[in-house]
């Protein structure tokens, strides 16, 4: 927290689309009773952050988050110290909200957190004994080994295919995920959509492929075609439920409840599809002429 009482956080993670600016200032701001606007992330300059060990496998708000959680708790317990010195009272008997330091007994006497962060850098010999002039704390989480904090969900997709050309329409999707706590509704959200139609869709559908020498065969889009906007669900439904983890804040894991759901959910329906003509799946990619050829055989 710098003099004017604004909050820097630094970590190493790095966002790729997850929403870390929102969901790591969220945690800090209901932790510290400030704005969210008054939380600035900061990530991947490996000059000025922490080594965290990248963002990989769903891990950036177990781990981050909970380091993120457990800073802050330590400020909230510096500032509440400072604090008591200052308003001349038991940290007991105070509570951050709105941006503002109040004493619990008596609401007329509180400070604002500005004013509390400038004493504490620029009048330092009014700080209580062994404190030092600064409002700077760090953190590490290390998930415990012995604890499953990855994501869960349940995929469920009604398509119809085309038996004259082998193009497969989704027309109904629904999710049911479990991500632990969840911080922001509308990013866990977003991470479902994404990691579903994104990297699910495209993994059910898309395969590179190499000749039996070792050369790539799907060398472009038009080989190898990604998803659009065309091959999206008619419907797509989304339900959270909440069993918490064993960590401070509760998380778990989100991306990969989309990834890994989608392909087999999408093949299993496919085979369902094709069992009429005695066929199944029995691969992961397929392609729309490998699911007509199913159909022809």
Not at 8 to 29: P, R
Not at 89 to 112: H, Q
Not at 170 to 192: C, F, H, R, T
Not at 197 to 225: M, P, R, V
């Amino acid at each position: 927290m710098n003099p004017t009482g604004k909050v820097n956080i630094y970590l190493g993670v790095k966002d790729s689309g997850q929403g870390h600016e929102t969901i790591f200032a969220q945690i800090a701001a209901d932790e510290l009773g400030i704005s969210i606007d008054d939380i600035y992330v900061n990530e991947g300059d490996t000059d000025r952050d922490p080594y965290g060990f990248g963002s990989w496998a769903s891990r950036s708000t177990v781990t981050a988050g909970n380091a993120v959680l457990l800073a802050s708790r330590k400020m909230r317990d510096r500032l509440l110290k400072i604090a008591a010195h200052f308003l001349k009272t038991d940290e007991e008997d105070l509570e951050i909200s709105n941006g503002e330091v109040k004493v619990i007994s008596d609401p007329e006497k509180r400070m604002g957190m500005t004013q509390l962060a400038g004493m504490v850098y620029r009048q330092s010999m009014k700080l209580p004994s062994g404190i030092e002039p600064d409002l700077e704390v760090s953190a590490i989480y290390d998930p415990p080994q012995d604890s499953t904090m990855v994501s869960y969900a349940w995929h469920g997709v009604l398509l119809e295919i085309d038996p004259e050309t082998g193009q497969i329409k989704l027309l109904k999707y629904y999710v049911v995920d479990d991500a632990g706590v969840i911080i922001n509704p509308l990013s866990a959200e977003g991470q479902v959509h994404g990691s579903t139609i994104a990297h699910g869709l495209q993994q059910t559908f898309a395969e590179i492929k190499y000749d039996d020498n070792g050369i790539l065969l799907t060398t472009s889009f038009w080989d190898y075609i990604p998803i659009s906007s065309l091959d999206l669900p008619q419907t797509f439904q989304i339900e959270n439920i909440e069993s918490p983890s064993p960590t401070p804040g509760g998380y778990k894991g989100m991306g990969e409840g989309g990834a890994i759901g989608c392909p087999p959910a999408i093949a299993n329906a496919i085979s369902n599809a094709v069992a009429e003509f005695g066929s199944q799946v029995r691969k992961i990619p397929i392609s729309m002429e490998e699911v007509f050829n199913l159909i022809k055989k």
